[in-house]
């Protein structure tokens, strides 16, 4: 067989629907004999019927064979792990030859091999009579057994090979992951329907096309004929409201069952509309993936997908970059998200050289390239879930997109057409790109955007809606810049949102890494932890990034005024009466009243029943904050009652007498012998008299506080060129000179400290005295020294304590999860506790985390820091040089000092891994600052 046809296939039936028949059929899915050649050149004698395969092994099918002892999986993203020369391939071509026996009783006539998935090249004999081969390895194929089945026992064969021609239309950005990975049927349905609905201004209607009679009790429909619409009294689908419809189609041999749904997607005057509203994506690119089992996703995970995503206010998923599991459509439809179907189809590595023999501009790839849109569009057409049809990712531009997209048109004028690599949109209805900056976005929004060479295609575009299939790549700690890109979004009607990149984190779970990523398996081409770069770690944990954008995404906002809350309504479809609001009020941290608040249906101003506080006592330091949640009412199918769905906070102002501010009574430091080592003391901490250093704090050995201004690297510090330019200037090694050391009502240190090789440094005077009530009070003047041009990692101080001495952390401030300049938006101001494992993130390649900002005070144990203004806290058991040396979770390991970071300043996140950097309000440059911290003994 020639691996290096360019036919999509042969023997193939027709594509159809996936749809629930109640036809016999057989689950071939189980324990399949295996075996696994380095070479595709081997005999096919196993395909026999009496072929002796007992010296074989074994493979569950589904599955994939390199996540089962049999080679080692590998991971690239844009590079193709093949010389590029199509459509030839290597002779080093794993080919798995699977065999299995099933019986079949005496009645059972006539049937149909269907396959879900097979990753990418699979021959197939039924009793040694070969039936065909195909190619699409996200796509259904089946195949007529009829002639060849028998009572008794059937011998299927199947012969997978890794690489063929149809390897370079499969450039996605995932590991390479062959095999049968998808179910495996004999089935005797060959029905196919294509249902048809709209809904528009409060009418439904309904029609199908192909044969049978369809019927929908609910509704009053029975018995439709084909090619016949009728009005029907139905109400409309949208994400927010996944209203379905239970539909029968009756054919002379079986009857199959499906769920529709009414919905209409339109474009009118360049914004995109459901049901002739508005539609706004908030919304994720989700691929499949599970650490252990890859492209194999259990129907459970599936689910908890869509929860996840439900509960974290995503609205829509790009299925990037191939079909799904057809099950995974069902819980869209289901559960309510809006889904862009995208076909199998990334050419991504030709860009590599010039995009030169690229298949979707070569006429000899047309049918291969047509065959993958064909399949996947007659596989999903009846979910009301998929709005737009995608033509594929990054595969750049070329003649077959207009065979791809002239044909869906003709078959399904109802959805709009999608592809992003080609910038003229010639062959689309929307106006689509990946990690477009905040000021293009902007542009796009007013239609003020760059001119296109073709004025009519300009034209063309420019009436287009426009949307990011990507941005915000979630990759590590971040991404910031999140609550800009939606602030554009909701402001301009033209823009339709976007979809984030991406859902998961694809780390395979390994015996020594804990989870792997590119190179842990010894590719000799891969992109390292470039797959690493989702909103949930790979066993869907969220990640701070998922968190913040529940509360960018949140569908009700809250603004507000002098005695009243406007409540404003974010859904596309819905009211707000499906929510209850509960007001809090918080004294630093401790609640001090809660109310119900009454909820507008349509949103509105509710006054509120508090505008300050009780606030008697402590005035002089009490903060009121006053925070709304809006919560939901009753179960919904993805969450229950009581899920926080969006919450605003504000200030009030305590009435109450404010206590004057304790009178500082300094005591004055003194020089003393201690163990026989000499010692400045004051109050209850010692100072080293050469070096000015904190060494003993309230009866604990301390090292620091000292300035620093470097943190272990992010993923977008590194791939942005941050982290090169810090190592250039030696931030990571500063060196630190005492200059004085003065002894008087207070003990002041002046320091510089700078990298090696640089006039550049920092000027810091530690000034540190007693007050009345025995706390220490530090003050930092920092003056910079010198030219300096770039951001810097942060600005702060960072100090040691014994490992013992700390277990839990204790902080009124933003919490609970991290917090940096241009991330954080979920973190509210609370009293928060946390052990120091649980301040971690654990980023599953190790970078900086954990940051907790607005920090006023912070208690660990034996003592207290406040600090004025806020300060950003990190504790951790290892410093941030192990942090930065540190390329999967196992390398960090606790030590047995406890590192404290007490911040001023730190540099944003951005999300330069992919796209625009960190925004430039959000650089940290540089400047004169003060920072006073007062260390109090015990908790508070
Ligand atoms: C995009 C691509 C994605 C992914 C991302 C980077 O260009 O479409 O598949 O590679 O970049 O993570």
């Known amino acids: 067989m020639d691996l290096e046809t360019f036919a999509p296939g042969s023997g193939l039936l027709e594509p159809r629907a996936a749809l629930r028949s109640d036809a016999p059929a057989l689950d071939l899915n189980g324990t399949w004999r295996f075996r696994l050649s380095p070479t595709a050149n081997i005999p096919d004698d196993f395909a026999q019927p009496s072929f002796d395969d007992s010296d074989w092994g074994s493979l569950p099918v589904p599955s994939h064979w390199n996540l089962h002892g049999h080679g080692a999986p590998a991971y690239t993203n844009v590079d193709f792990p093949i010389p590029i020369d199509p459509p030839r391939v290597p002779d080093e071509n794993p080919t798995g030859d699977y065999r299995r026996v099933f019986d079949l009783s005496e009645g059972w006539t006539g049937g149909r091999l269907r396959f879900e998935g097979a990753d990418s090249f699979a021959r197939i004999w039924l009793n040694g009579h070969e039936l065909g081969f195909w190619t699409g390895s996200r796509l259904p194929a089946e195949f007529d057994a009829g002639p ?306 073709d004025p009519a295609l300009d034209a063309r575009r420019r009436g287009m809606p426009f949307m990011q299939c990507e941005y915000a790549h979630a990759m590590g700690n971040g991404p910031g810049g999140l609550a800009e890109y939606q602030e554009l979004f909701e402001r301009y009607p033209r823009l339709a949102g976007g979809f984030i990149w991406e859902w998961i984190d694809h780390g395979l779970a390994h015996p020594v890494h804990e989870y792997a990523y590119g190179g842990d398996y ?231 400290v700078a990298p090696a090789a640089t006039d550049l440094g920092m000027l810091a005077t530690y000034r540190w005295a007693l007050s009345g009530d025995g706390e220490l009070l530090l003050t930092v003047d920092i003056e910079p020294d010198g030219d300096w041009q770039d951001p810097i990692p942060r600005l702060g101080l960072t100090m040691t304590l014994p490992g013992t001495a700390v277990d839990r952390v204790t902080w009124f401030g933003r919490g609970p999860g991290e917090a940096y300049p241009d991330t954080g938006m979920s973190a509210r101001v609370g009293r928060w506790t946390a052990t120091i494992e649980e301040l971690q993130t654990p980023y599953v390649y190790p970078q900086e985390n954990g940051h907790r900002a607005g920090v006023r005070w912070a208690s660990f144990g034996a003592f207290t820091v406040s600090g004025d203004p806020v300060f950003g806290l990190t504790a951790r058991r290892w410093s941030a040089d192990e942090l930065a040396a540190a390329s999967h979770r196992p390398d960090l390991v606790a030590g047995d000092r406890v590192h404290l970071h007490l911040d001023l300043a730190h540099q944003g996140i951005g999300t330069a891994t992919c796209g625009p950097g960190t925004l430039p309000k959000y650089d940290l440059r540089a400047h004169p600052a003060t920072f006073s911290l007062r260390f109090a003994p015990g908790t508070r």
């Open 148 to 453: 060849y089945l028998r009572p008794g026992r059937n011998v299927l064969a199947v012969r997978v090979h890794q690489w063929s021609a149809a390897t370079y239309l499969e450039d996605q950005d995932m590991w390479w992951l062959p095999g049968i990975f998808r179910d495996v049927t004999l089935t005797r349905s060959t029905a196919d329907v294509f249902v048809r609905t709209s809904y528009a201004d409060g009418h439904a209607t309904l029609s199908f096309e192909g044969s049978g009679r369809l019927s929908v009790p609910e509704l009053g429909v029975a018995d439709l004929a084909p090619g016949v619409e009728v009005p029907v009294e139905a109400e409309p689908w949208t994400a927010e409201t996944p209203r379905l419809y239970d539909a029968v189609v009756t054919f002379p041999e079986e009857t199959v069952r499906l769920r529709i749904g009414f919905r209409t997607i339109s474009i009118v005057d360049g914004v995109l509309l459901a049901n002739g509203r508005p539609l706004l994506f908030k919304g994720v690119n989700r691929h499949e993936f599970h650490p252990s089992r890859g492209r194999v996703v259990p129907y459970e995970t599936m689910r908890e997908d869509v929860l996840l995503m439900k509960r974290h206010n995503v609205n829509a998923v790009r299925t990037s970059h191939y079909p799904p599991h057809p099950d995974f459509l069902d819980l869209c439809d289901e559960l309510g998200l809006w889904v862009i179907d995208e076909c199998d189809l990334e050419t991504h590595g030709f860009g590599e050289v010039g995009w030169r023999g690229n298949p979707t501009d070569d006429p000899r790839y047309a049918d291969a390239l047509l065959d993958r849109m064909r399949r996947m569009v007659e596989r999903d057409k009846n979910h009301p879930s998929i709005i737009m049809w995608s033509l594929g990712n990054e595969a750049g531009v070329g003649r077959n997109l207009a065979v791809m997209a002239d044909w869906t048109r003709s078959r399904d004028s109802s959805r709009p057409i999608h592809y992003e690599g080609d910038r003229s949109c010639a062959h689309t209805d929307v106006y689509s790109r990946m990690y477009a900056s905040h000021t293009e976005v902007e542009a796009i929004g007013r239609r003020e955007e760059a001119p296109l060479d």
């Open 522 to 752: 010894g590719e000799p081409v891969h992109d390292s932890n470039f797959v690493i770069d989702g909103l949930v770690f790979p066993d869907r944990t969220p990640s701070p990034g998922l968190v913040d954008l529940k509360k960018v995404f949140e569908p009700v906002r809250f603004e507000f005024g002098d005695g009243v809350v406007r409540v404003v309504n974010g859904h596309g479809f819905v009211d707000l009466s499906h929510l209850e609001f509960v007001a809090t009020v918080e004294e630093n941290g401790e609640t001090v009243a809660e109310h119900q608040l009454p909820v507008p249906a349509e949103g509105g101003e509710v006054k509120l029943p508090f505008t300050s506080g009780s606030g008697d006592g402590d005035g002089s330091e009490a903060e009121l904050w006053l925070t709304v949640r809006a919560v939901l009412a009753s179960d919904q199918p993805w969450a229950a009652a009581g899920h926080e769905i969006a919450w605003g906070q504000t200030r009030l102002t305590p009435t109450g007498t404010p206590t004057a501010p304790r009178p500082a009574a300094p005591g004055s430091p003194r020089r003393v012998v201690v163990d026989g080592q000499e010692r400045h003391v004051l109050g209850d901490a010692a100072f080293d008299p050469a070096t000015g250093r904190l060494v003993r704090l309230f009866g604990l050995d301390v090292e620091g506080p000292r300035l620093d201004l470097w943190r272990a690297p992010t993923d977008n510090d590194r791939y942005g060129g941050l982290e090169a330019k810090w190592r250039g200037l030696g931030l990571h090694r500063l060196t630190h000179r005492v200059d004085s050391v003065d002894l008087g009502d207070e003990l002041t240190v002046r320091t510089r």
